[in-house]
């Protein structure tokens, strides 16, 4: 699988960057280790070795920051998934209308990838197996946007239909270009196509049935 995608943008930034450790800290430059690993191989294709190679330390320094790799992989996709939440939470007013919620979800999700594409990456790849296995959905970004489509369709906004089924469709658009991106088939920064996005996704929202 690591094959095929473009290491230079899993390498994007400081290697002692964490997600919850502060950064220059061996927390830290574990979080940033595994996340480059998890995204690229898998969890299921990393052991604790690897990362503590990965990062020049001990199998056993690795146990006093975080219990197991299980523990490691929930703690980065819970914190990069509350991230994102966070992003549409600050941007996205209650009052907002149907093009501005849109606008606001696209931005936050390109700006993820383009900034920090390991953890796009892994929170792109790692969504089901990690919810799954930990059993807690915690924070969830595509919950929002199923509920703002949900009142769109109230509001007659949009055609009536399932909003858990629109709301997958609409963020398709961008997941799909992202993953793309990842892999370099999309060389342009996903920044500088947020007004293609929203009006793809707007017309996706606007489809009948």
């Known amino acids: 699988m690591d094959t095929y995608l473009d290491k230079t943008l899993l390498d994007r930034g400081p290697a002692d960057q964490g997600i919850t450790g502060k950064q220059g800290s061996t927390k830290a430059r574990i979080e940033r280790a595994a996340l480059k690993l998890f995204a690229a191989r898998g969890v299921d294709g990393v052991s604790i070795k690897d ?39 600050e941007k996205a007013a209650p009052d907002a209308g149907l093009e501005a919620t849109v606008r606001t979800v696209v931005t936050a999700y390109c700006e993820l990838a383009e900034q920090d594409p390991a953890a796009f990456a892994y929170h792109l790849t790692a969504r089901n197996t990690v919810l799954a296995r930990a059993g807690d959905g915690g924070a969830d970004p595509s919950s929002l946007m199923a509920q703002r489509v949900a009142a769109a369709i109230t509001a007659g ?14 963020l398709g658009v961008v997941l799909q270009a992202a993953e793309y991106r990842l892999y370099g088939r999309i060389t342009t920064p996903l920044t500088n196509l947020i007004d293609v996005f929203t009006r793809s996704v707007l017309a996706v929202l606007r489809t009948e049935g």
């Open 157 to 170: 906004e949009i055609p009536a239909g399932d909003p858990e089924l629109k709301s997958a469709m609409a």
């Open 51 to 89: 990362i503590a190679s990965a990062c020049d330390i001990s199998d056993g320094a690795m146990y006093r920051h975080f219990k197991s790799k299980e523990s490691l992989a929930h703690t980065l996709f819970q914190a990069i998934h509350a991230r994102l939440l966070g992003m549409l939470r």
